[in-house]
């Protein structure tokens, strides 16, 4: 386990490298998962991170959620609503993996368009309906 946080640590110092120089640049479509797995470990303020993951690999469906979810946290909610639904139209509804994500992205759609805003109370909905 040490072993692969280790790797992890030094993927993203290198990562930040390399991405420092490309900000505005076409983003590598190999680093898709090292952008994503970069905004997972950096949920204070992990847009930069999510959106190059999102245009390296438009069609990977993970970093639109939690994008919309950081935007949702932050009371953003035009912007949650917005990747919420880029959620829903790229992701795989074949995928067992994602099965619980797109409830939960259709419960906060649903939530924040009748003006509930709160994170934490959108989370004990959507737990609750399971």
């Known amino acids: 386990m040490k072993k692969i946080i280790l790797l992890i640590a030094i993927m993203n110092i290198c990562l930040m490298g390399c991405v420092e120089k490309q900000q505005d640049a076409k983003v590598d479509p190999d680093l898709c998962l090292a952008w994503y797995n970069r905004g997972l470990s ?3 303020n992990p847009e930069r991170e999510f959106k190059n993951a ?8 993970p970093p639109y959620y939690w ?3 950081y935007y949702c ?3 953003r909610k035009k912007e949650s609503i917005e990747y919420f639904e880029k959620y829903l139209r790229v992701v ?3 995928d067992p993996q994602e ?3 797109i409830e939960m992205a ?8 009748a003006g509930n805003n709160d994170y934490n109370s959108i989370i004990g909905k959507a737990l609750s309906k399971e």
């Open 92 to 94: 795989d509804r074949h």
């Open 73 to 75: 946290k932050a009371n």
């Open 54 to 61: 999102i245009k390296a690999d438009p069609q990977y469906s």
């Open 106 to 113: 259709k419960c906060f759609i649903s939530e924040m368009k």
């Open 42 to 44: 950096n949920m204070d």
């Open 67 to 69: 994008l919309a979810s």
């Open 99 to 101: 099965k619980d994500r």
